[in-house]
């Protein structure tokens, strides 16, 4: 990928995206804004060299279908041209929301639906575009990244899958364990994060957070996401914490071995401002019972980030933990599918990515660097350079 502005550069080839259906309303989102980028590009510079056919189109998004027969079997139909293009292929594999009809009976789609949905799309390409993206959030089977005795490592197998199939490039964010990579090591995977976004969200809404050393602090919720805390707090130029979970090995429960105690490792957070930050909220539990013994500690603020807020065990113990005063507020992202129900809490904000995609996008459709996109350093130290002057 070379250095050169994005205005000096020709797209690469002209720009298509597939929306999966779970993906529509963020689809919609990014396209929007590409127009409007692209509408403003093409005004503020006379005589664009990067100008080509289908350049300033009024839709980007690629007319498809994925119809299922009566047994539940499905397929995908293409109905418009794709030959040449730089197609982005944009797809949510844990959006629960979705359905289909099996035997007359209505069927959420699980992971493994919406994966094979994505692979029906390229194979449905017929490796007519010049080149293949796929944006997938949230890493398919992500959390079965490494591989213990006699069982599957479906990430690395899913990656390959794709790879074998024509994609270039595979786009991430906040992956679990972005190592997950070294299965495709002459292949792209790039993983993007969400700290500036987080941090610009967090700092409009609690204005009366001071980001120093004195009132802030930024809190692991386990071993597995210190790498994150490490770098919010080296971001922030705040102390950082971590809660240490000790569990029994000798048995299992429900899958797991059971944790035997938690232990704080940090300093003193009694009056102070905690933000926890994680890739995902699944079940919810650890988030709450770290929550717990952060107020337990005496700590003002419980902020709750995570790129994913899943909520697999629904939304009742996150109400009655909001209603115990052990949180302030939730920030999850529209990577993947929020019930109306949880944009309707009051302790609950969506982070909104759109903008976010819309330039990488664009960025990679014009074959230049995306590096300045993936250091958000500058912008964040901006953000708090800005709040500890007011």
Known sequence: MSSRKFQDAMPIAPLKIVALGNCEEIGEKINQIIISRRQKALADTPNPTFKMTGYDTENYLVDFDCPRFGTGEGRAVINESIRGSDLFIIADTVNYSETYKMCGQNTNMSPDDHFMDLKRIIMACSG???????????????RQHIRMINESLDC?????????MGVETIITFDAHDNRVQNAIPNNGFDNFYTSYQFISEILHTNPDIKVDNDHLMIVSPDEGGMRRAVYYAGQLS?????????????????????????????????GKDIIIVDDMVASGNTVLNVARELKKRKARKVLICATFGLFSNGLDNLDKAYEEQLFDYIYTTNLCYCPEELLEKPYYHNVDLSRYIALIIDTLNHDTSVNDILDATKRIQELVSIRNEQ
């Open 238 to 270: 705040v102390d950082m914490g971590m809660f240490y979970r000790r569990r029994d090995y000798s048995r299992m429960v429900n899958g797991e071995h059971p944790v035997v105690s938690v232990e704080f490792l940090g300093n003193d957070v009694e």
């Open 156 to 164: 690395a197998l899913a990656l390959q899958e794709l790879i074998a």
């Open 128 to 142: 007519q575009p010049k080149r293949i993206t796929v944006i997938m959030p949230y890493l398919y089977e992500g």
